[in-house]
């Protein structure tokens, strides 16, 4: 004990015979370990005579350590004449030659089974692991470390994995002060605007808003500070075919009548996850992903699916915005606080062995709060309205006495429905050609999850083109926010420069983006438009955007089709427009993904 690593690290030690040789060996060995400091004060008082050493012979085969017991004059020092350089020399060489030979024999020692016994030993999670696995395999030195008493485990970890001087040398040596970085430095400290500092010079100018194809789409709507995006999206790629039927100049839907039932729909659900999770502890994963965001805005188009056809729609002038629809989140907050609180008091009650109408009705209670609190803020939706309308002949007309699923039916495709509008999607980090279902991702208790049929690019962006060409926009997902010049409407991944600004490497492809949540979809828009070159290949795209006329291009955002690679998501298409590989894959059962899937 108290020997480098070189020399420690036994169970149990055994006496052993040894011969002449090796005992010299030994005695050689436990002096040069008393002149180079690596013995413990407490294996030798002063009072103490001898030096009592246990030695390992490392170079013996793994299983087959051999250790010993010596003990030594503490005062034998073997007189030594200094060395001359050419000693010194080899001295290093063979020093460097055994340090390497030592780092060798540890990773060939590597134990994977081992390092999790050590970890379950000492109570350490899987960044000790991490350090473990780093130290090549010198697990008995380790645990004897992890075992001293002297320290506690946030000691020990913090003594594991701190920067020594050294690597910080390293580090601040890594940044040289050079004319241009003194530049850049100067710049960065004084303008906080880093994305305007990276704005790529060389791009500006060369990408238009011109398209060879587009659908007829007509009037920009804007969601305000809201995260209904999801909701205007559905809705305005029907937008065209309303005005075409009832001849008019303009047309929009109430989202304020859909979003009240969705938000009341999705607090239902809520509380019946709660009820159905009752049983499983409060830190469960699932459990804590429902009490994280009872309710939100967000959402995609199966929500506006399943709302319409429960609900129907209403035309905006029936039931109009209000402060509250065009301005979110204090509402929202209230609501979720309602829901959590029972929430709480469902699991409460079957703790206390509450069951079937008792849980019912407390649920009840809770839904008639949200409703009171959704009236308030929004307004009542109307069970029947009638819509005046002038057309652009200038006839004035009227819907009497019209029920707003009455009035859905009318407005909406006969063949709209999942069966025959799929969302497909380009999820690089799962296998293409199969759907995945996220488990309840829906609004009502009744409706459809999120199902998706995971594809190449290749594919999406033909049926896509397929679909404008033929006068059909599309619901679409993206993650708007990455290289995005709202200045001009234009999205390019090459749009902003930050490795040439900082001088570093951000070159994670989509796969790499999506599992370390650097990127995802973040907000839909109606795919509208898509330009091509001399061979009919797609070279930039339109979305038609509802954040009102004055953000992006008049409303409307440009994106390559390098960007399209990167950034798009999902599309909501007509299953016509599918190759027959895609639509025979949509006979797949959907692989189930769960409510906190990195896709959410």
Same mark, same amino acid.
């Given at each position: 004990?108290?020997?480098?690593?070189?020399?420690?690290?036994?169970?149990?030690?055994?006496?052993?015979?040894?011969?002449?040789?090796?005992?010299?060996?030994?005695?050689?060995?436990?002096?040069?370990?008393?002149?180079?400091?690596?013995?413990?004060?407490?294996?030798?008082?002063?009072?103490?005579?001898?030096?009592?050493?246990?030695?390992?012979?490392?170079?013996?085969?793994?299983?087959?350590?051999?250790?010993?017991?010596?003990?030594?004059?503490?005062?034998?020092?073997?007189?030594?004449?200094?060395?001359?350089?050419?000693?010194?020399?080899?001295?290093?060489?063979?020093?460097?030659?055994?340090?390497?030979?030592?780092?060798?024999?540890?990773?060939?020692?590597?134990?994977?089974?081992?390092?999790?016994?050590?970890?379950?030993?000492?109570?350490?999670?899987?960044?000790?692991?991490?350090?473990?696995?780093?130290?090549?395999?010198?697990?008995?030195?380790?645990?004897?470390?992890?075992?001293?008493?002297?320290?506690? *485990?946030?000691?020990?970890?913090?003594?594991?994995?701190?920067?020594?001087?050294?690597?910080?040398?390293?580090?601040?040596?890594?940044?040289?002060?050079?004319?241009?970085?003194?530049?850049?430095?100067?710049?960065?400290?004084?303008?906080?605007?880093?994305?305007?500092?990276?704005?790529?010079?060389?791009?500006?100018?060369?990408?238009?808003?011109?398209?060879?194809?587009?659908?007829?789409?007509?009037?920009?709507?804007?969601?305000?500070?809201?995260?209904?995006?999801?909701?205007?999206?559905?809705?305005?790629?029907?937008? *065209?075919?309303?005005?075409?039927?009832?001849?008019?100049?303009?047309?929009?839907?109430?989202?304020?009548?859909?979003?009240?039932?969705?938000?009341? %729909?999705?607090?239902?659900?809520?509380?019946?996850?709660?009820?159905?999770?009752?049983?499983? *502890?409060?830190?469960?994963?699932?459990?804590?992903?429902?009490?994280?965001?009872?309710?939100?805005?967000?959402?995609?188009?199966?929500?506006?699916?399943?709302?319409?056809?429960?609900?129907?729609?209403?035309?905006?002038?029936?039931?109009?915005?209000?402060?509250?629809?065009?301005?979110?989140?204090?509402?929202?907050?209230?609501?979720?606080?309602?829901?959590?609180?029972?929430?709480? %008091?469902?699991?409460?009650?079957?703790?206390?062995?509450?069951?079937?109408?008792?849980?019912?009705?407390?649920?009840?209670?809770?839904?008639?709060?949200?409703?009171?609190?959704?009236?308030?803020?929004?307004?009542?939706?109307?069970?029947?309205?009638?819509?005046?309308?002038?057309?652009?002949?200038?006839?004035?007309?009227?819907?009497?006495?019209?029920? *707003?699923?009455?009035?859905?039916?009318?407005?909406?495709?006969?063949?709209?429905?999942?069966?025959?509008?799929?969302?497909?999607?380009?999820?690089?980090?799962?296998?293409?050609?199969?759907?995945?279902?996220?488990?309840?991702?829906?609004?009502?208790?009744?409706?459809?999850?999120?199902?998706?049929?995971?594809?190449?690019?290749?594919?999406?962006?033909?049926?896509?083109?397929?679909?404008?060409?033929?006068?059909?926009?599309?619901?679409?997902?993206?993650?708007?926010?990455?290289?995005?010049?709202?200045?001009?409407?234009?999205?390019?991944?090459?749009?902003?420069?930050?490795?040439?600004?900082?001088?570093?490497?951000?070159?994670?492809?989509?796969?790499?983006?999506?599992?370390?949540?650097?990127?995802?979809?973040?907000?839909?828009?109606?795919?509208?438009?898509?330009?091509?070159?001399?061979?009919?290949?797609?070279?930039?795209? %339109?979305?038609?955007?509802?954040?009102?006329?004055?953000?992006?291009?008049?409303?409307?955002?440009?994106?390559?089709?390098?960007?399209?690679?990167?950034?798009?998501?999902?599309?909501?298409?007509?299953?016509?427009?599918?190759?027959?590989?895609?639509?025979?894959?949509?006979?797949?059962?959907?692989?189930?993904?769960?409510?906190?899937?990195?896709?959410?």
């Amino acid at each position: 004990r108290g020997v480098g690593a070189d020399l420690g690290g036994l169970h149990a030690v055994r006496p052993v015979r040894l011969l002449p040789a090796r005992l010299r060996k030994a005695r050689d060995l436990a002096l040069q370990a008393r002149k180079s400091g690596w013995t413990c004060e407490a294996l030798c008082p002063a009072a103490q005579q001898t030096l009592e050493l246990t030695l390992t012979q490392p170079e013996a085969p793994s299983g087959c350590w051999e250790a010993f017991t010596i003990h030594a004059p503490k005062e034998h020092r073997p007189a030594r004449r200094p060395l001359d350089p050419a000693e010194k020399a080899r001295a290093a060489e063979q020093l460097a030659s055994a340090n390497e030979k030592r780092r060798l024999r540890m990773e060939a020692a590597y134990d994977p089974a081992r390092v999790q016994a050590l970890c379950a030993e000492f109570g350490y999670g899987p960044e000790v692991e991490a350090i473990l696995r780093a130290a090549c395999g010198n697990f008995d030195a380790l645990a004897e470390f992890l075992a001293e008493p002297a320290f506690g *485990p946030a000691q020990k970890l913090a003594l594991l994995q701190t920067l020594s001087e050294k690597d910080l040398q390293e580090i601040q040596s890594s940044f040289k002060k050079d004319a241009s970085t003194k530049a850049i430095q100067n710049i960065l400290t004084a303008d906080k605007d880093i994305k305007g500092n990276a704005l790529n010079r060389d791009l500006q100018g060369k990408i238009d808003h011109y398209f060879k194809y587009r659908a007829d789409v007509k009037g920009i709507t804007n969601q305000l500070s809201s995260g209904r995006c999801w909701m205007f999206t559905s809705m305005n790629v029907l937008r *065209p075919s309303i005005m075409k039927k009832y001849n008019l100049s303009q047309f929009d839907f109430s989202h304020n009548y859909l979003y009240f039932w969705d938000i009341f %729909e999705k607090s239902n659900l809520f509380l019946e996850n709660i009820i159905a999770t009752a049983k499983q *502890p409060m830190d469960d994963r699932t459990v804590v992903e429902y009490f994280k965001a009872p309710v939100g805005d967000g959402g995609v188009w199966n929500l506006y699916y399943n709302a319409a056809e429960k609900y129907g729609v209403v035309p905006q002038e029936v039931m109009p915005e209000t402060a509250h629809s065009n301005n979110t989140s204090q509402m929202v907050s209230i609501i979720n606080e309602k829901l959590r609180q029972g929430g709480y %008091e469902l699991r409460e009650m079957t703790a206390a062995g509450k069951k079937g109408k008792e849980l019912t009705n407390a649920k009840m209670a809770t839904l008639k709060e949200v409703y009171r609190i959704l009236a308030l803020c929004l307004g009542e939706p109307p069970h029947q309205f009638t819509w005046r309308y002038k057309d652009k002949d200038g006839n004035i007309k009227e819907l009497a006495n019209y029920t *707003p699923k009455q009035f859905y039916k009318e407005i909406t495709p006969a063949d709209y429905s999942p069966s025959n509008y799929i969302m497909i999607m380009n999820d690089p980090t799962r296998e293409y050609y199969k759907t995945y279902e996220i488990q309840n991702y829906r609004n009502t208790i009744e409706g459809i999850n999120w199902i998706y049929l995971n594809l190449p690019n290749e594919d999406i962006k033909e049926a896509a083109l397929a679909s404008i060409k033929n006068n059909e926009p599309m619901y679409a997902s993206c993650d708007v926010g990455k290289q995005f010049n709202r200045e001009e409407g234009i999205l390019d991944p090459e749009m902003y420069d930050y490795e040439s600004l900082l001088g570093v490497k951000l070159d994670m492809d989509k796969k790499a983006r999506i599992l370390t949540r650097q990127s995802g979809s973040s907000h839909a828009m109606t795919l509208v438009a898509c330009d091509t070159d001399e061979n009919d290949k797609p070279v930039k795209w %339109e979305f038609e955007n509802s954040w009102g006329a004055a953000s992006g291009h008049n409303g409307y955002l440009t994106f390559t089709d390098k960007w399209f690679d990167e950034y798009m998501f999902r599309i909501v298409i007509r299953k016509n427009y599918l190759n027959a590989k895609a639509i025979e894959a949509l006979k797949g059962k959907p692989v189930q993904l769960p409510v906190y899937d990195y896709m959410y």
